[in-house]
Structure formats: structure tokens, C-alpha cells
């Protein structure tokens, strides 16, 4: 079993939003920072938004700026990243990853714990 599974991917007009769910098995996300990535058809791996585990934010994708957040709920143990004002460009694959360490990072080889990925898909 994975210790990280994504949820809340699927198919979705453009303009639309999405909650991607990222959840631990296992661990507790608030000592970790936690990344979400996405990857496209033939495109390497791209780090979408980042939250440390003192809880400041970085954004890895200016793409994305002003539209996707990043967020934890402690109690239920899960990261969130809010997709609003969806592109048809942001049609990927997405994973949530997890590392010891209190500082983000685009990197996907710094990273200590993966999910599956979930699939987005903005098309008309």
C-alpha cells in the first residue's frame, strides 16, 4: 500500500475546478512538506504548488498562479490543492509527494513518498 493516495480527479469542462485530495497511511502530513506534481502525455514531471511542514507555500509553476491553492486539514490528516479557472493545458496526471524536510522543492528525485497519481482531464 502506498503511504500517500490521491483522490478527486476527472473530467472537467474548462473554467471548472477540482479538489485534488491527498491523504497519509501511516505517517502524519504535518511534520512533512508535501508537493503536488503533475506530469502530461510526453512531458517530464513539473512540480504545481508546494506547502512545508511550517505550513509557508511555494508556488512551482507560474502557470498556475492565482488559480490553484494548496491547503492542510490537520485533523483529517490530507493536503488539498483547489483547481480553479481549469486550461485545457493543465490536463496531467497528478501526484502528491511527501518529504522530511521543512523546504520545497520542484525536484521530483528530492522527494521521499509518492501516491499513484490521479488522472485531470479539462477538455470541452
Known amino acids: 500500500q502506498l503511504p500517500l493516495v490521491e483522490s478527486g480527479g476527472g473530467l472537467v469542462q474548462p473554467g471548472g475546478s477540482l479538489r485534488l485530495s491527498c491523504a497519509a497511511s501511516?505517517?502524519?502530513?504535518?511534520?512533512?512538506?508535501v508537493g503536488w506534481f503533475r506530469q502530461a502525455p510526453g512531458k517530464e514531471r513539473e512540480g504545481v504548488l508546494c506547502i512545508s511542514s511550517s505550513s509557508s507555500r511555494a508556488n512551482s509553476a507560474d502557470s498556475v498562479e492565482g488559480r490553484f491553492t494548496i491547503s492542510r486539514d490537520s485533523a483529517k490528516n490530507t493536503v488539498y490543492l483547489q483547481m480553479n479557472s481549469l486550461k485545457p493545458d493543465d490536463t496531467a496526471v497528478y501526484y502528491c509527494?511527501?518529504?522530511?524536510?521543512?523546504?520545497?522543492?520542484?525536484?521530483?528525485?528530492?522527494?521521499?513518498?509518492w501516491g499513484q497519481g490521479t488522472q485531470v482531464t479539462v477538455s470541452s
Open positions: 501511516g505517517f502524519t502530513l504535518d511534520y512533512y512538506t
Open positions: 509527494a511527501a518529504r522530511v524536510t521543512y523546504v520545497c522543492s520542484g525536484a521530483p528525485a528530492d522527494w521521499d513518498y
